[in-house]
């Protein structure tokens, strides 16, 4: 068996002088064995254990379910602003062309019996409205029409809006002769509460006498 050398030196000082000495020992040396030295090896190199493994992938699996999150809540914030944008431009397209086709009525007369009083052919009551109007060219074929704005309740095909019913203006007919001629638009969807307010109720209101003037406002909160 090799034997291997061992010194050990010791010193100390006593107040006169120093003093050492040294200890040398022959000892016996260990020799690994293959098995050892192998064994040793795999301990250097050795993988994950399962533990490690399951803890991991639940770690990421957390972090991965954080960020789905996350995104999902991204894009359906960006769904409800895109959605935002959109009603908001329908409803001033929808402004727009109610102040055009209201700000141009007719003062035709209604058809009545002979001898009887004249009446502007306009109807305004709570919640919809009839009138003779100038369709403006660029939304249609232009000339004089006949109009029904009204709001329409909840269905089970569609939320409540605000809808707009127009067809050509036929003398002494307050219907249309084809009924394929009727067209229909919806001006705001959904709408939560639409009023028909007119100048007469609102002047009446504050002076306490008619003013007859036939001036209409409608105001709509959506839903």
């Known amino acids: 068996m090799p034997l291997?050398?061992?010194?050990?030196?010791?010193g100390w000082s006593d107040g006169l002088r120093d003093r050492s000495f040294s200890l040398v020992s022959l000892r016996p040396q260990?020799?690994?064995s293959p098995k050892r030295r192998a064994m040793r090896a795999i301990?250097?190199?050795?993988?994950?254990?399962?533990?490690?493994?399951?803890?991991?992938?639940a770690l990421l699996s957390l972090v991965m379910l954080g960020l789905l999150t996350a995104m999902r809540s991204f894009a359906q914030s960006e769904t409800r602003i895109d959605e935002r944008i959109r009603i908001d431009d329908?409803?001033?397209?929808?402004?727009?062309?109610?102040r055009l086709v209201m700000g141009n009525v007719s003062p035709r007369?209604?058809?009545?019996?002979?001898?009887a009083q004249k009446e502007i052919d306009f109807f305004g009551g709570a919640d919809r409205m009839r009138w003779i109007g100038v369709m403006p060219a660029r939304h249609g074929a232009g000339g004089l029409y006949r109009f029904h704005l009204y709001a329409r309740a909840a269905t089970a095909e569609g939320p409540a809006a605000l809808v707009l019913e127009f067809f050509p203006f036929?003398?002494?007919?307050?219907?249309?002769?084809?009924?394929?001629?009727?067209?229909s638009r919806a001006m705001a969807t959904p709408v939560g509460e639409v009023r028909f307010r007119y100048q007469d109720d609102l002047e009446s209101a504050s002076s306490g006498s008619p003013s007859g003037r036939t001036s209409t406002g409608c105001r709509g909160g959506s839903g």
């Open 30 to 32: 260990q020799v690994e």
């Open 109 to 115: 007369p209604r058809a009545t019996p002979a001898g």
């Open 43 to 57: 301990g250097l190199h050795r993988g994950f254990t399962l533990v490690e493994v399951l803890v991991a992938t």
């Open 170 to 183: 036929v003398p002494g007919f307050e219907t249309p002769l084809d009924p394929a001629a009727v067209q």
């Open 90 to 98: 329908d409803l001033r397209v929808s402004e727009r062309f109610l």
């Open 4 to 10: 291997h050398r061992v010194q050990v030196d010791v």
